[in-house]
């Protein structure tokens, strides 16, 4: 008989699963099913330990990346998800962007998180990074090592998974938000990754003021081959208004005449940056 547990860790292909407060390593009965972090999934328990992953429940929403060889799912049925940064090391404003466009899509809320505040060079992160707060996407900063509690307010009942590049300080911000807790998953998780040198599992925690957070392995690159190139638009809330409103039909907007987004660009009305990455998508994409 079969029972719905939720995917707290993920190891690639073992995965530890919760049912109602106990915890169980898990696989996947068939090879090639993919599952991810948040994931509800019906198991059947074999033992006081292990489980079989039957089958995923139909999930409210789905992020991954794909390139020309695989796809990598980051984590199902999150609201949020919170793009970690900072201004030292500097951070890749395309992967940013990259992860608003997958939050666009999934049809999550994203939230920019400006961390190292403390640090003098903030101050020109802050301006790289005003363009997008005035797309609408929230953007708070704050300084991990000394105050995570702004945070608080915007993780209340959401979801939310966290992504960063490695050196942002993601890790010490979610130790911040965690309290001693979770020292069995962390038991499980070790004995899992024994072998190997690096921890590329994503974990999924309770936190003590109500809501989720998902910590994931260090992001560098983010890529999209699956989205489709005739919604990409839609998906960069300050060119949706320009949809269908270029001379060619199938525009690429890249050097046609009269295309709509490049008048844009040129009167300042949109990022050439962020221009430039819809191309860039568009050319990454088969369909
Ligand atoms: N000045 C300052 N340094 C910070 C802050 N938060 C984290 N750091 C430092 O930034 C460095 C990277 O922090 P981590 O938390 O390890 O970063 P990470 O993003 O998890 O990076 P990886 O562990 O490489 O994936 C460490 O030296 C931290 O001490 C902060 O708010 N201010
Ligand atoms: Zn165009």
């Known amino acids: 008989m079969s029972t719905v547990a939720r995917i707290v860790q993920s190891h690639g292909k073992a995965f530890i699963v919760d049912l109602a407060g106990r915890r169980y390593v898990a696989t996947a009965r068939r090879k090639k099913t993919d599952y991810a972090v948040g994931d509800l999934v019906e198991i059947v328990v074999l033992n006081e330990e292990q489980a079989v992953i039957e089958r995923a429940q139909p999930r409210t929403s789905l992020l991954y990346r794909s390139d020309e060889w695989r796809e990598k799912l980051i984590a199902a049925n999150v609201t949020q998800i919170a793009i970690v940064l900072a201004a030292v090391p500097s951070f890749y404003e395309e992967l940013l962007s ?57 993780l209340e009942g959401q ?24 020292a069995r998953t962390n038991e499980i998780s070790t004995a899992l990754d024994s072998g190997k040198h690096t921890t590329t599992h994503a974990t999924l925690y309770r936190l003590p003021n109500g809501g989720e957070l998902i910590d994931s ?3 560098q690159e983010f890529g999209m081959r699956h989205l489709r190139g005739d919604r990409l638009i839609s998906l960069f809330p300050e060119m949706r208004q320009y949809a269908g409103q270029c001379r060619f039909q199938n525009c690429r907007h890249d050097r046609e005449p009269s295309c709509a987004l490049i008048s844009a660009a040129e009167r300042g009305d949109i990022l050439p940056q962020r221009l430039q990455l819809l191309r860039k998508l568009r050319s990454e994409c088969p369909n």
């Open 98 to 154: 990259r992860c608003l466009v997958a939050a666009e899509d999934a049809d999550i809320r994203a939230l920019i998180v400006l961390n190292k505040a403390d640090l003098p060079e903030t101050a020109a992160a802050r301006d790289v990074l005003a363009p997008y707060a005035a797309l609408g996407y929230p953007m708070l900063e704050l300084s991990a090592k000394t105050d995570i509690t702004p945070l608080w307010p915007w």
């Open 159 to 182: 979801i939310t998974v966290f992504v960063g590049q490695s050196g942002m300080g993601k890790t010490t911000l979610v130790n911040g938000l965690l309290p001693e807790a979770n």
């Open 217 to 219: 392995p260090g992001l």
